[in-house]
């Protein structure tokens, strides 16, 4: 598989008068080409500062303090602003929750379609027309030329994340970040926009990066999964692996808290307990005031994320290797 993007160890801090939060800390995953690369996780986890990271759009007070970010053969946080931008219009685009935020209200769709088109393809205005409303119909807007004389209010949700795919497509980027994409929308609509993002994932051959807090939109369309606790990366499994063997207890816990994926509703279980802010992270493993798991080694030291012989790798304790730590935790060290 060839590499798309490749992410090593990113750590992206916040700087507030009291603390400073690793809301990013030591973050590894690489993306490949024309596959979907889900980082999920409760809200808090880091996964948006992550994909805010990649595109160099963290805003101070927050900084990526470590790690590379390479693309192409460049790091992107080295390179200038000027280089930067290019990038994040030709080759890398993003899309987000809420596409009317994204949007300019006062502005007709096919205007702000044909500005992309015009300052990042160079094409002519007519070109430009011609292009946009050929992308709306590849987004499946039915009437693609009356949507393209129409104001963002005078859409749906669902429509308006359809233009916002449109624009993000557009200008045929290497990689889509997608975060949160069918989060505001409801369930119908939702699994049309995911069958949509996978037929254009396909059709152009773009890597997309989901970001999303849904396993059940996790299973519909990722092929790797990174599951992110606390700032860190927990789990990295392909999908397949994830939903049929989860290791880590919070991605187990993640599972049985997703009402998508099981018929009987009832046996659901949320996970007990909150997301820790990074800056006050516990002691040990960050996971194990949660944990239903816990041993003694737990509390004090931190796991490392190990390979597990296939290509998957866990954070947690009861895949070390050192097992006579373990032992030791269970039996004598409590
Ligand atoms: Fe649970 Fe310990 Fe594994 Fe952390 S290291 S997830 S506390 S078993
Ligand atoms: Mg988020």
């Given at each position: ?12 801090h916040f700087y507030t008068d009291?603390?400073?939060i ?5 973050v590894s995953?690489?993306?490949d080409k ?7 996780g ?12 990649i595109m160099?759009?963290v805003d ?14 460049k ?20 899309i987000?929750q809420?596409?009317l935020?994204s949007?300019?209200?006062v ?6 379609l044909n500005e ?12 430009a027309k011609?292009r946009s409303?050929?992308m709306l119909n590849k987004?499946g807007l039915?009437r693609?030329?009356?949507?393209y004389?129409?104001y963002?209010?005078e859409?749906s949700?669902g429509m308006r994340q359809?233009?916002m795919?449109?624009?993000a497509?557009a200008?045929?980027?290497k ?13 119908t609509?939702?699994a049309q926009?995911l069958?949509?993002m996978k037929?254009?994932r396909?059709d152009?051959?773009t ?9 059940g ?6 092929d ?12 990295e499994a392909?999908?397949?692996?994830l939903?049929?063997?989860p290791?880590?207890p919070?991605?187990?816990g993640?599972?049985n808290?997703t009402p998508?994926l099981?018929?009987?509703k ?8 909150n997301v820790p802010?990074?800056?006050?992270r516990p002691?040990?493993?960050s996971?194990?005031p949660r ?6 080694i737990c509390?004090q ?9 296939d290509s998957?790798?866990v954070r947690?304790w009861?895949?070390e290797?050192n097992?006579e730590?373990?032992?030791?935790a ?5």
């Amino acid at each position: 598989m060839t590499k798309m993007l490749e992410v090593v160890n990113l750590k992206t801090h916040f700087y507030t008068d009291k603390e400073i939060i690793p809301s990013v800390d030591g973050v590894s995953f690489t993306i490949d080409k024309g596959q979907t690369t889900a980082i999920v996780g409760e809200s808090g986890c880091g996964k948006s500062v992550t994909s805010y990271s990649i595109m160099r759009l963290v805003d101070s007070p927050g900084k990526i303090v470590d790690g590379e970010v390479i693309f192409e053969g460049k790091d992107l946080t080295k390179i200038s602003e000027k280089e930067m931008r290019s990038i994040r219009g030709n080759d890398i685009s993003m899309i987000f929750q809420e596409p009317l935020s994204s949007l300019n209200p006062v502005v007709k769709i096919g205007k702000q379609l044909n500005e992309t088109l015009i300052l990042h393809q160079k094409l002519t205005k007519k070109m430009a027309k011609q292009r946009s409303i050929e992308m709306l119909n590849k987004v499946g807007l039915p009437r693609a030329d009356k949507i393209y004389e129409s104001y963002p209010h005078e859409l749906s949700g669902g429509m308006r994340q359809r233009v916002m795919i449109a624009m993000a497509l557009a200008c045929s980027p290497k990689l889509l970040i997608a975060d949160e994409p069918t989060t505001a929308l409801d369930v119908t609509i939702q699994a049309q926009i995911l069958k949509l993002m996978k037929g254009l994932r396909d059709d152009f051959d773009t890597s997309i990066l989901l970001i999303t807090h849904d396993l059940g939109v996790v299973a519909e369309i990722a092929d790797k999964v990174i599951v992110m606790y606390s700032g860190q990366v927990v789990e990295e499994a392909d999908v397949f692996s994830l939903f049929a063997n989860p290791r880590h207890p919070y991605t187990k816990g993640l599972l049985n808290s997703t009402p998508h994926l099981d018929d009987e509703k009832d046996d659901l279980e949320p996970i007990k307990g909150n997301v820790p802010s990074p800056a006050n992270r516990p002691t040990g493993c960050s996971f194990h005031p949660r944990c239903p798991y816990v041993k003694a080694i737990c509390r004090q030291e931190s796991p490392n994320l190990t390979s597990l012989g296939d290509s998957n790798k866990v954070r947690c304790w009861l895949y070390e290797e050192n097992q006579e730590e373990l032992f030791y935790a269970e039996n004598i060290g409590r």
